[in-house]
């Protein structure tokens, strides 16, 4: 059974940091592009960041560019978001998900496989 689960999520005040993990299991997705969305009430699932592979240098949203890092551990099967400089309009879910096509990596119609989001609140 395929299964992405993300962590360490939390509650945290602005100019914070928090760093979040996807852990996979059930196939191996070392070739996949592996992203992380977020989904704020109300609003419409959006891209914050992915990572090809390889790994190196990750892919973000203009709106989290210079704050947040994606990385990876292909032997682990386990994927990071460092997040910092928190701010309240970062407070969402957010997602883990896989894209074994590797096309639109910013679309979340393009990935096949989704985590149960973790919920991360920035206070002011």
């Known amino acids: 059974q395929v299964q992405l689960v993300e962590s360490g999520g939390g509650l945290v005040q602005a100019g914070g940091s928090l760093r979040l993990t996807c852990t996979a299991s059930?196939?191996?997705?070392?070739?996949?592009?592996m992203g992380w969305f977020r989904q704020a009430p109300g609003k419409e699932r959006e891209f914050v960041a992915a990572?090809?592979?390889?790994?190196?240098?990750?892919l973000y949203a203009d709106s989290v560019k210079g704050r947040f890092s994606i990385s990876r551990d292909n032997a682990k099967n386990m994927v990071y978001l460092q997040m910092n400089s928190l701010k309240p309009e970062d407070t969402a879910v957010y997602y883990c998900?896989?894209?074994?096509?590797?096309?639109?990596?910013?679309?979340?119609?393009?990935?096949?496989?989704w985590g149960q989001g973790t919920q991360v609140t920035v206070s002011s």
């Open positions: 998900a896989a894209n074994p096509s590797g096309y639109s990596y910013y679309t979340p119609g393009s990935y096949d496989y």
């Open positions: 990572i090809r592979w390889s790994g190196g240098k990750g």
């Open positions: 059930g196939r191996t997705f070392s070739r996949d592009v």
